[in-house]
């Protein structure tokens, strides 16, 4: 059997309509405004620990980034990567060849708090510099939760 060429078109243009009524969610990333952000000591509980790197090991300091961070969608934000660069003192670079710092599991709408964990060499000199700072999640978990 033989289809003229208008079924063709026809058909594959009822495909194509259908196929975009039934599409699933794209799960893009969205961005997050962070501001107010400031540094404080750890906690005791979260204050243990060494930075190694390069195969020696070295003390470091334990600081909690905090802030807010806004969400401008409708629906909570998961997965969401907090990029931003911290400077010390003297004006160098905290975490070398690094601008990730950590994550947030979960933002919900609107303006939220959130806290992040990072440990710095204890030679570096303090106050120190927080610059850059941004991230973005996704709509829905992307990663596994163990």
Known sequence: MRLEPITVIFISCLFCLVSLLFAPE??????IKLYDLSYQNCPPEFAKGNVTSGGYTQSAT???VTGK????KGKTLYDADVYGRIYDANGNPVLQNRT?????????????DFAIRISVAANQPTPLQLKQFRA???TSPVRPVF
């Open 26 to 31: 794209a799960y893009a990333l969205t961005q």
């Open 100 to 112: 990730r710092v950590g994550s947030i599991a979960e933002v919900p709408p609107g303006v939220s």
């Open 62 to 64: 334990c600081y909690m």
């Open 136 to 138: 973005s999640g996704f």
């Open 69 to 72: 961070a806004k969400n401008p």
